[in-house]
């Protein structure tokens, strides 16, 4: 038998959650939705990463500049991604969240193909333009379906297990796009890997069922769906919501922006091959980005309920903890010890995603979640993807006259300064969150 845990404010009375609210389908059926999802959001990080490995190709394909490439790395990408998100998390909390996202996966899946077809910066970048389209839709809706899956003590552990896809995806986009590149060419590389998006698909809108919203709401939730300014006001009053914003996106300007770099960096700096850098990142990813995201949702599941500040403490120290070791992994020779200190802030960089999504969708209410995530993900990538890459690209061109092929270590360096910037606004939050957050109804078997 059920047993309900209910967290109110004093003075609250609980209302009872009615059987129409429940989604069909046991645990089973449920870890297969968010296993299903987390492979839609790994095939998502496939296609938006393997842009990075596949500079140096198409480089000489094409002769671009480093600043350029910062604007297909990031900035051609994060405009209609950044641009469509807020629209696009108003329509799913109105219609089929499954059918939005199953549509973003065949757009975003499709323009990667049309990607291999590029032969110029121009094509190139309307390319990755068509791929932003697609995935702005691809995950707001997704985090409120999986709040809609899991109760509130396990939705950290349950979104973290969704962000995995990150580092998973990311490593694949490196390996694979590694691989095409070497044995065949990079177009092959972005037709193969859009091609497997656009199988997916159709899987996705089979199997999947739309849950009911607001399974797990502590009041009754309104028939009515809430219009933009009401959400706009709602989030307005919660300052911990737009404090983990700008933290988030400061952290991910450094984490966009070394996705795209590092493999550059290790083929300038450290003389390595594209076979081999793809093998060493993808490395660092499997082993330190897959530890990293799972740590962080497990403790905000197991601590954030008694201390609500957890969701925002976690992040704030792991960002403070990835600072000493980019300086010290970047101006050591290749080895051991270059790898151990890559390898931490691989696993400390993503440890903010379960905690911070998890307490997004806790500080509105359901039928506000996948808007209000919509405009955490504008914020977050308005600034990270949009700014990340173009900036260490463009300091590394401004310091290439002095430092030669070191410009791009400086440029990397001097943008660590974004991870304290993000720590201290983390810090910030802890402070204004458990007073923000919505009351949670929790069911635990």
């Known amino acids: 038998m059920a047993v309900r845990l209910l967290i109110t404010p004093i003075g609250a009375a609980a209302a009872p959650v ?6 069909t389908g046991g645990r089973v059926y449920s870890l297969y939705v968010l296993g299903l999802i987390t492979l839609v959001y790994t095939s998502n990080f496939i296609d938006r990463i393997v842009l990075g490995i596949l500079v140096a190709p198409i480089t000489a394909d094409l002769h671009l500049t480093d600043t350029q490439l910062g604007l297909l790395g990031g900035t051609a990408f994060a405009l209609f991604y950044t641009a469509l998100g807020i629209p696009v998390g108003w329509l799913a909390d109105r219609v089929s969240r499954v059918w939005i996202v199953t549509a973003s996966l065949a757009c975003w899946s499709a323009f990667t193909v049309v990607t291999g077809l590029a032969h110029s910066f121009a094509a190139l970048f309307l390319a990755r333009l068509g791929v932003g389209v697609g995935e702005a839709g691809g995950v707001a809706p997704a985090y409120s379906l999986i709040a809609d899956y899991f109760t509130p003590t396990k939705q950290a552990r349950a979104l973290a297990f969704y962000s995995l896809a990150i580092p998973v995806g990311s490593a694949l986009g490196y390996l694979f796009g590694g691989y095409l590149a070497t044995a065949y060419d990079w177009r092959l590389a972005f037709m193969l890997l859009g091609g497997v998006g656009l199988v997916l698909a159709p899987l996705l809108s089979v199997t999947i069922r739309e849950p009911a919203r607001g399974r797990h709401d502590a009041a009754n939730l ?5 219009a933009l300014r009401e959400v706009w006001a709602h989030l307005a009053a919660k300052p911990s919501f737009w404090l983990m914003s700008l933290g988030a996106a400061c952290g991910s300007i450094m984490g966009y922006g070394l996705l795209f770099w590092l493999p550059s960096f290790f083929i300038r700096s450290y003389g390595m091959t594209l076979q081999q850098v793809s093998h060493l990142l993808g490395t660092l990813l ?7 995201v799972l740590l962080g949702g497990y403790l905000a599941d197991r601590y954030g309920v008694r201390n609500r500040r957890i969701y925002a403490l976690v992040p704030a120290v792991a960002f403070l903890s990835i600072l000493p070791c980019y300086a010290i992994g970047t101006s050591v020779p290749m080895g051991r010890v270059a790898f151990l200190f890559f390898l ?3 696993a400390l960089q993503l440890a903010w995603l379960g905690p911070v999504i998890a307490a997004i969708q806790q500080l509105v209410p359901a039928a506000m979640r996948a808007l209000a995530s919509a405009v955490f993900l504008f914020v977050n990538n308005l600034l990270g993807l949009g700014l990340g890459a173009l900036l260490i690209g463009f300091a590394s061109d401004q310091l290439t006259a002095r430092f030669g092929i070191a410009a791009l270590r400086y440029a990397i360096l001097g943008g660590t300064v974004f991870y304290l910037i993000a720590s201290a606004l983390f810090f910030l939050a802890s402070r204004k969150l458990p007073p923000d957050l919505e009351p949670i109804s929790v069911h635990n078997t």
């Open 344 to 346: 931490i802030p691989s």
């Open 18 to 23: 009615s059987p129409e609210r429940i989604p």
């Open 286 to 292: 499997l082993l330190g980005g897959i530890p990293g």
């Open 222 to 226: 309104e028939t009515r769906k809430p």
